[in-house]
């Protein structure tokens, strides 16, 4: 499901990130047209062209096939039937899965949970990563190491990082509640991580930590494609800093911010490792997500049919997801570009 | 934000599956020449694969010899033995099951697990073949059951009680271990009153904290109830709901360490056995697994240990409680022979729970050995506490998410555990169990 996501991202991100070096529709001149390929070409180059691509795309075709295609069908197929993961498929449930899957409590609280992270990381981790990458935009001192230390969360692999910050969130002992305790405050008694009402928020601080530097840096790519020229014109017309920002910075960044909010609502529906690590979907469910409610369907419930179920429809899910926010928020980005090559035409 | 991934965990799942298809269509381990389907009388020449997991030091050792000797005692019978580390026996047993090529003797944990595998016809009845060893095993063979009909022979059986910190006790003026639920919460307040948490559970991990509501259900339950309702599902009997509202009395006493819920059961010092093993609480609810795991804990952070302090103590009597109060809540491994295996394989399995090769498996330590000729060679103290309380046992009842099966089972850990987190009642845990039950039949 989730190639499908990124192939499309492989379309969507290049114009994302050139898009900051292509002035806003009007200062369209910029680009010449020559490099257009927009001219007719005649039939043989046509065919041998066909050729060539398909020799080139084949072997990654056959292993995108085997690899990813014959796997979900696997997992439509397993779908239908009460399988516990070894002997025949014998006991042809038809959509019965996908009714118990819908139908089920503890299913329809993992989404829940899905969709709250999906919010919960945009609404903090834009913002936040946006004011941390306009500061550190500026010529100062440390930068290269203040950029290095904001980005080494990601860096580090998502287990580790789980392993960490569950052994800090330990009641009492762990470093979370020693600093409380110094600062004369308590945790709650069953620890953040223990306690129903405090798991799903202390699991998107730990998320928060760990991607904010992704959307920092990515950030920070944007706007060093923002021309000098523009801050130099406003300031010149007595634009506050402030201003400035607002009309010409958070404007001119507005691809890399959607492209970089489509990762992370794409990854946010397929959390998985850091909930493993830290709760296992737990106290009680309160941090599960769809990709846990199916790991435990299948691998400990051996409800492979059910799992498989509950996969197919995460996949769409993400799918419909994907989909409507390429159509109608990535769908802007688009429009520029048709815009400019309309201009360039003529 | 999530890391974006290639592959969503659907996906991984389904991959896993395929491949798991595929390698083991190809066949890297063929179960012998001449060894089909039920056939090779004695004396014809057979080669017979065996699995375990007794895959370092001495067990391994121990088990190659036992193989060669069983081969010199019956000519023409060659034994291919395959010692596996644990968690990769079992992946590799879940191939072999699912492409029905099988290693002739391997390993069962009975219960729903195994009544799974007779329904698919993966295992053999060895009601008849091995009569006499099952006759010798008496009660413990009943986990290992399937329509009355045996089919694994049970060579490790522990049980699960409370491990204590005997130091802790003596500090905060316990005299002796619980023998009931009023002593058993005096200790507690005792304990509390030192400013000793009392009792560590791994509720993070689901079982620890479900094998609680297993005990107070074999203790509110006849015997007759529970062994019906691993046959017809059925969870109606009142006691099992007197089983959580036990459960919930205990709770309510506030005995756990801070963080239960999310405290993991046997890795790391702030895990419940590390608790125990580092001295933080006095009790652990626990299998006989428990003293090697924390010798494991304390060995990985470098500190001494409970060492000479551990001590153990039987699950206590429930007041007005229909069952009986020396039964046990156990469970452990068995041999299995598959179905295609051929007759010399059953013999062999057989020979493996005989007076002798048990009683080298107990002064090995390599479990807790179920031919009582063989219990007095188990050496540690607390362990042979232990099997006392088991051999003294009218009836031993395998772990509930083990005999209802991983279906029922997990569904039934996860209420428990809802129950501990205060967001269910111990009529949901009833409710649900029975839901997922029903999803079974």
């Known amino acids: 499901m989730a190639d499908e996501a990124t192939a499309r991202l492989g379309v969507t991100a290049s114009p994302a990130t050139s898009t900051p070096t292509v002035p806003v529709a009007g200062r369209a001149s910029a680009r010449p047209a020559a490099g257009r390929p927009g001219g007719r070409r005649g039939n043989g180059a046509s065919i041998r062209k066909g050729l060539e691509i ?32 070894y002997g025949d498929f014998e006991k042809f449930v038809g959509l019965d899965n996908y009714r118990r899957v819908l139908e089920n409590t503890e299913f329809i609280e993992a989404f829940q949970h899905n969709m709250i992270i999906v919010v919960a990381s945009i609404a903090i981790q834009l913002p936040l990563g946006l004011a941390i990458a306009l500061l550190l935009n500026r010529k100062m001192r440390f930068q290269g190491t203040i950029r290095t230390l904001i980005f080494v969360p990601y860096v580090i692999s998502e287990v580790i990082a789980g392993v960490i910050w569950y052994q800090m969130f330990v009641p009492n002992e762990g470093l979370i509640d020693t600093v ?29 930590w760990k991607y904010l530097g992704l959307a920092v840096i990515l950030f920070l790519a944007g706007l060093q494609g923002v021309p000098e020229e523009l801050y130099e014109a406003a300031q010149l017309d007595g634009a506050s800093w402030w201003q400035i920002q607002r009309r010409i910075t958070v404007p001119m960044l507005g691809p890399t911010l959607r492209t970089w909010a489509f990762l992370s609502m794409i990854g ?35 409800n492979f049919g059910i799992a498989a179920a509950a996969s197919v429809i995460l996949f769409v899910v993400a799918l419909v997801m994907a989909l409507t926010y390429q159509r109608f928020i990535m769908n802007r980005d688009n429009t520029v570009t048709v815009v400019r090559r309309k201009k360039v035409r003529r | 934000m999530a890391r974006m991934r290639r592959a969503g965990a659907g996906i991984a799942l389904a991959t896993t599956i395929a491949l798991l298809a595929a390698c083991s269509s190809g066949g890297d381990t063929p179960s012998g020449d001449g060894t089909t389907a039920g056939g090779g009388n004695k004396g014809e020449a057979v080669t017979l694969q065996w699995w375990h997991n007794s895959n370092t030091g001495d067990g391994k050792v121990y088990y190659d010899k036992v193989a060669d000797d069983f081969e010199a005692a019956n000519p023409g019978v060659t034994i291919e033995v395959n010692a596996m580390q644990h968690e990769d026996m079992v992946d590799k047993l879940a191939a072999a099951m699912q492409s029905g090529d099988m290693p002739d003797i391997y390993m069962e944990r009975g219960g729903g697990e195994l009544a799974d595998h007779v329904a698919a016809g993966l295992t053999k009845d060895l009601s008849e073949g091995a009569a006499d060893t099952i006759a010798k095993l008496g009660g413990t063979v009943s986990g290992f059951q399937v329509d009355g009909k045996t089919y694994a022979l049970p060579f490790s059986i522990g049980v699960v009680g409370f491990w204590y910190n005997k130091a802790l006790f003596a500090e905060a003026g316990i005299d002796n271990p619980p023998t009931t639920w009023d002593e058993m919460y005096d200790a507690i307040d005792k304990l509390k009153a030192k400013g000793i948490a009392p009792i560590s559970v791994g509720a993070g991990d689901g079982w620890p904290a479900a094998h609680y509501w297993y005990y107070f259900a074999l203790r509110q339950c006849k015997q007759d109830v529970l062994v019906d309702a691993v046959g017809s599902l059925d969870f109606s009997d009142p006691c099992f709901v007197r089983a959580g509202e036990s459960l919930q009395e205990l709770l309510d006493a506030q005995p756990f360490n801070d963080g239960f819920l999310s405290t993991v059961a046997q890795k790391g010092a702030t895990s419940a056995s590390g608790l125990l093993a580092t001295g933080k609480v006095a009790i652990e609810l626990q299998g006989h697994w428990e003293p090697g795991v924390m010798q494991g804990i304390t060995d990985e952070i470098g500190e001494a240990g409970i060492g000479e302090n551990l001590a153990w103590f039987a699950f206590p009597a429930v007041t007005g409680g229909e069952g009986d109060p020396a039964a046990q809540l156990g469970g452990g491994d068995a041999w299995a022979v598959s179905e295609k295996a051929p007759d010399a394989a059953v013999d062999f399995a ?14 090995l330590d390599m479990g807790l050995p179920t031919n009582s000729s063989a219990s007095k060679y188990v050496s540690d103290a607390a362990l042979a506490s232990l099997l006392e309380v088991r051999d003294a046992s009218p009836f031993v009842q395998l772990y509930f998410d083990t005999a209802f099966g991983p279906a029922i089972g997990d569904a039934m850990n996860a209420k428990i555990v809802d129950l501990f987190a205060g967001k269910a009642s111990p009529q949901d845990i009833v409710d649900a169990t029975q839901a997922a039950a029903d999803l079974e039949k």
Do not use: H
Not at chain 1, 56 to 69: D, G, I, K, Q, S
Not at chain 1, 180 to 204: I, R
């Open chain 1, 180 to 208: 409380l305790d110094k600062v004369g405050l308590s945790g709650p008694q069953q620890g953040f991580l223990g306690t129903l009402e405090t798991a799903l928020p202390a699991l998107v601080v730990v998320l928060t």
């Open chain 1, 268 to 302: 946010s529906l397929q959390l998985f490792d850091m909930v493993w690590v830290l709760t296992r979907g737990g106290p009680a469910n309160a941090t599960s997500t769809m990709a846990t409610f199916l790991v435990q369907q299948g691998m400990q419930r051996s």
């Open chain 1, 54 to 85: 398909t020799l080139f795309v084949a072997p990654a075709l056959a292993l995108l096939t085997l690899f990813v295609a014959v796997p979900i069908a696997r997992a439509v197929q397993i779908s239908f039937f009460k399988w516990k993961g």
């Open chain 2, 350 to 363: 057989a020979y493996l729970l005989s007076d002798e090769i048990q009683k080298g498996f107990a002064e």
